[in-house]
């Protein structure tokens, strides 16, 4: 009699067999072609598999982009003409004042004395000139009647003439103490909105000291500090677009207008103003401004960013033999960076093929597949 476990292990044995004699055979398997595992045509699977460009020259037009303020077109130092005491200021930088607007005030004495001082003098001129005129009158009655010498006559006429003289001199001494006078008035002469302020009340100033700085209304610029090697190269257009940092929708235009003959020794930049042909609302005295502008086309090879690698502590990018299919590296001057592209100066001429994908892995005369060219 067989044991159990025997019994069993039998029976499993029969129906698997019995299983095994009635499935059907299985396919061989096929043996997958090595140009299908490579993914392109003839490509060796065990090759490293890139993508490539073909570098052309084009014209580039390089853009720069600075960050710089508005500014009005004319600034005027405000002072006093004469020397003096302020006794009172009247505006705050800031306030937007008028051509006739008092900005500030001296103390007024010593111009006050010189003035009645004047206004004496001409009372006494007129005084003495209505007299000489009495006189002159009666000789020249005298004279026709034959009553008096002609010595007389002609001396009369002649303390008419000094005394009419001493009147028109005291008539201008009045109107220089007057206008002397009117200076104790701090007047801009022009509309504009005041940036600055050197002096406050009890404050004694010269004459031509700078009390006030007045941003004159009217025209504005945009102020920029460029690097002196952007000026190398002359730009392609005089014409510069300007938009408020704050908000991009205000923008506007300008021209070139200034460029500063030396550099700025606080940031070594040299300053640029950029006329605005419209000043929009939002751009205010002092607002932050973009302004972009296009340097003149110059052919130069531009690839993809992804081309680009570290060699030897230097840029660089692989290069393809297409006879050999083998890569190899090539230091590269990059002249700037243009978005998603990078413009070489020298180190890749015209047709040659450089990798923009699959770099990672390279090495110096490393065999590749090629699985993709384009153009940049």
Sequence with gaps: MLHPFRHLAAL??????????????APALAETPPDARAGEPGADPHLARVKTV?????????????TGDVQAKYLSNIAFRINGKIAERRVEVGDHVGAE?????????????????????LASAEALLAQAKVNFERQQALMRNGYTTRSTY????????????????????????REQFSYTDLKPGVAGIITARNAEAGQVV??????????????????FLVSES??????????????????????????VREISPSVDPASGGVRVKIGLRSVPPGMSLGAVVIGRGRFRPQEAVSLPWSALFRWRDAPAVWVLDPQ?????????????????????????????QVVTAGI????????VAVVGEGTP
């Design 154 to 177: 002609d001396q009369a006429e002649q303390q008419l003439r000094t005394t009419q003289a001493s009147v028109d001199s005291a008539r201008a001494a009045l109107g220089s103490a």
């Design 206 to 223: 010269q004459s031509g000291q700078t009390v006030f700085t007045l941003a004159q209304d009217g025209p504005r610029d945009a102020v």
């Design 101 to 121: 607007d008092v900005l500030a005030r001296l103390e007024p004495q010593e111009q006050q004395v010189a003035l009645d001082t004047a206004q004496a003098a």
């Design 230 to 255: 952007l000026l190398a190269q002359p730009p392609g257009s005089p014409e510069v677009e300007i938009t408020l940092q704050a908000d991009p929708r205000v923008r506007t235009t300008g021209t």
């Design 324 to 352: 050999s299919r083998t890569v190899t590296p090539k230091p590269v001057e990059i002249a700037r960076y243009a978005g998603s592209a990078i413009v070489l100066s020298s180190g890749v001429e015209a047709g040659e």
């Design 54 to 66: 073909t570098a052309t020259r084009t014209p580039v037009a390089g853009e720069v982009v600075l």
């Design 360 to 367: 990672q892995l390279l090495r110096p005369g490393q065999k």
């Design 12 to 25: 499993s044995a029969a129906v698997w067999a019995a299983l095994a004699a009635h499935a059907p055979a």
